[in-house]
Nanobody, 125 residues
């Protein structure tokens, strides 16, 4: 059974940092797009960042220069380093795996095969 488990969320002040982790069990991160998606209350889901089958990374304009996605294949864990956080970054963050070989940051939720349960990030001003 495949499980993706996110951790690392929390409450921080504006300008702070968090690192989200997504540990996979029953699944090995491989040559498919993996990514992070977020959903704020009352808003639609939006793609944040992806790593594709060629290990290219892509980011939403709103997080470029502040967020960094990475994959540790030894630990089988996907990360999202978030710096200079803003109140607009407040959302539930989900990791996703098993997407197409190539997919940009806005890879749709239903293009992935597996999703985590989410971790809450709250940024106060």
């Amino acid at each position: 059974q495949v499980r993706l488990v996110e951790s690392g969320g929390g409450s921080v002040q504006s300008g702070g940092s968090l690192r989200l982790s997504c540990a996979a069990s029953g699944y090995t991160y491989d040559s498919y797009t993996m990514g992070w998606i977020r959903q704020a209350p009352g808003k639609e889901r939006e793609g944040v960042a992806t790593i594709d089958g060629d290990s290219n990374t892509d980011y939403a304009d709103s997080v470029k220069g502040r967020f960094s996605i990475s994959l540790n294949r030894t630990e089988n864990t996907l990360y999202l380093q978030m710096n200079s956080l803003k109140p607009d970054d407040t959302a539930m963050y989900y990791c996703a795996a098993g997407g197409p070989y190539y997919c940009s940051y806005d890879c749709r939720w239903d293009e992935y095969t597996y999703w985590g349960q989410g971790t809450q990030v709250t940024v106060s001003s």
